[in-house]
C-alpha cells in the first residue's frame, strides 16, 4: 500500500488553525481563574528591573544584586510579570487565602489542547493548553507565526470578558522608559474587554475607569465611543445611588 503523500505547508497550517479554533469555541468558558482566586492583568516592564539590568551592563554582571527571582538564564527579566511571580511565591509561602491568576497560568491548568499535527498528519502532544501555545512558535510550518499572537490576543480578551469580581491590573514602562504603547494586548485587548465586563465588582470597575483615561487616545474611534457611553451611564448610575 503505497505511503500517504504528505501535506503541504499551507494546507497543514490550514489544518492546525481549524483544530484551534475549534478548541477555543469549546473550551472559552473554562478561560478564567479557579473558584475563589483572582484575575490579575499586566504589561510592560518594571523600572527597578530595568534600572538594575542596565547597571549590571555596564557596571559588571551581579553589581546590582537583582533578586534571583527576577533571572531567567542568567539575566534580569524586565517584564513586569516577574515581579508578579516572585509576588505570587510570597503570597503562597505566607499562605494567603486569595491567589491572583495570570492568563499562562490559567491555561497551565487546562489539560486539554488543540489537536495539532504534522506535514504526515502524525499528531503532537502537550501537557497543557499553555505548553501548546509556548511551542508553537517553534514550528512556524505548521503554524504561522501571525496567527500565534493573535491566538494571544483573542484568548486575552476572553479572559477578560470571563472575570468576576474584584481584578488587578498592573503596568509598567515600554522599552524607553514612556508609557506602554497602544499595539500591546492590555491596552487593545483586556483593557477594553474589562471596562465592558459587567460582573466586575464596583471598586474594580472604578480603579479601570481612571486607568482607561491614560489610554483612551490609544483605541480606534468605534472602541472610545462605547467606552465613553459606558462610563457616562456609570457615573449617571453611581450620581443616582445604583452601583
Same mark, same amino acid.
Given at each position: 500500500?503505497? $505511503?500517504?503523500?504528505?501535506?503541504?505547508? $499551507?494546507?497543514?497550517?490550514?489544518?492546525?488553525?481549524?483544530?484551534?479554533? &475549534?478548541?477555543?469555541?469549546?473550551?472559552?468558558?473554562?478561560?478564567?481563574?479557579?473558584?475563589?482566586?483572582?484575575?490579575?492583568?499586566?504589561?510592560?516592564?518594571?523600572?527597578? $528591573?530595568?534600572?538594575?539590568?542596565?547597571?549590571?551592563?555596564?557596571?559588571?554582571?551581579?553589581?546590582?544584586?537583582?533578586?534571583?527571582?527576577?533571572?531567567?538564564?542568567?539575566?534580569? !527579566?524586565? =517584564? #513586569?510579570?516577574?515581579?508578579?511571580?516572585?509576588?505570587?511565591?510570597?503570597?503562597? &509561602?505566607?499562605?494567603?487565602?486569595?491567589?491572583? &491568576?495570570?492568563?499562562?497560568?490559567?491555561?497551565?491548568?487546562?489539560?486539554?489542547?488543540?489537536?495539532?499535527?504534522?506535514?504526515?498528519? !502524525?499528531?503532537?502532544?502537550?501537557? $497543557?493548553?499553555?505548553?501548546?501555545?509556548?511551542?508553537?512558535?517553534?514550528?512556524?510550518?505548521?503554524?504561522?507565526?501571525?496567527?500565534?499572537?493573535?491566538?494571544?490576543?483573542?484568548?486575552?480578551? #476572553?479572559?477578560?470578558?470571563?472575570?468576576? =469580581?474584584? !481584578?488587578?491590573?498592573?503596568?509598567?514602562?515600554?522599552?524607553?522608559?514612556?508609557?506602554?504603547?497602544?499595539?500591546?494586548?492590555?491596552? @487593545?485587548?483586556?483593557?477594553?474587554?474589562?471596562?465592558?465586563?459587567?460582573?466586575?465588582?464596583?471598586?474594580?470597575? &472604578?480603579?479601570?475607569? @481612571?486607568?482607561?483615561?491614560?489610554?483612551?487616545?490609544?483605541?480606534?474611534?468605534?472602541?472610545? @465611543?462605547?467606552?465613553?457611553?459606558?462610563?457616562?451611564?456609570?457615573?449617571?448610575?453611581?450620581?443616582?445611588?445604583?452601583?
Amino acid at each position: 500500500m503505497p $505511503s500517504k503523500k504528505p501535506l503541504t505547508v $499551507s494546507q497543514v497550517q490550514k489544518q492546525n488553525i481549524k483544530f484551534l479554533n &475549534e478548541w477555543i469555541s469549546k473550551n472559552k468558558s473554562k478561560i478564567k481563574p479557579k473558584a475563589g482566586n483572582k484575575a490579575i492583568f499586566y504589561s510592560g516592564n518594571s523600572i527597578d $528591573s530595568m534600572i538594575k539590568a542596565i547597571k549590571e551592563e555596564f557596571l559588571g554582571r551581579g553589581s546590582s544584586g537583582a533578586d534571583e527571582d527576577l533571572r531567567k538564564d542568567g539575566e534580569i !527579566v524586565t =517584564g #513586569i510579570y516577574k515581579q508578579i511571580e516572585k509576588a505570587q511565591k510570597n503570597l503562597k &509561602e505566607s499562605k494567603a487565602p486569595v491567589e491572583y &491568576e495570570m492568563l499562562h497560568q490559567v491555561l497551565s491548568r487546562i489539560r486539554s489542547h488543540p489537536k495539532f499535527i504534522d506535514q504526515d498528519s !502524525v499528531e503532537k502532544f502537550f501537557a $497543557s493548553a499553555a505548553e501548546y501555545l509556548d511551542e508553537l512558535k517553534k514550528f512556524p510550518k505548521l503554524f504561522p507565526k501571525p496567527v500565534v499572537e493573535k491566538t494571544w490576543t483573542q484568548l486575552s480578551g #476572553i479572559y477578560a470578558q470571563n472575570v468576576e =469580581g474584584d !481584578v488587578e491590573t498592573i503596568t509598567g514602562v515600554a522599552d524607553d522608559f514612556r508609557n506602554i504603547g497602544g499595539d500591546k494586548i492590555f491596552v @487593545k485587548e483586556e483593557l477594553a474587554r474589562l471596562i465592558k465586563n459587567k460582573k466586575l465588582s464596583k471598586a474594580s470597575k &472604578e480603579k479601570l475607569s @481612571k486607568i482607561i483615561g491614560l489610554y483612551m487616545a490609544k483605541f480606534d474611534n468605534e472602541t472610545k @465611543k462605547e467606552i465613553k457611553a459606558i462610563l457616562k451611564e456609570r457615573d449617571k448610575l453611581k450620581k443616582g445611588g445604583v452601583n
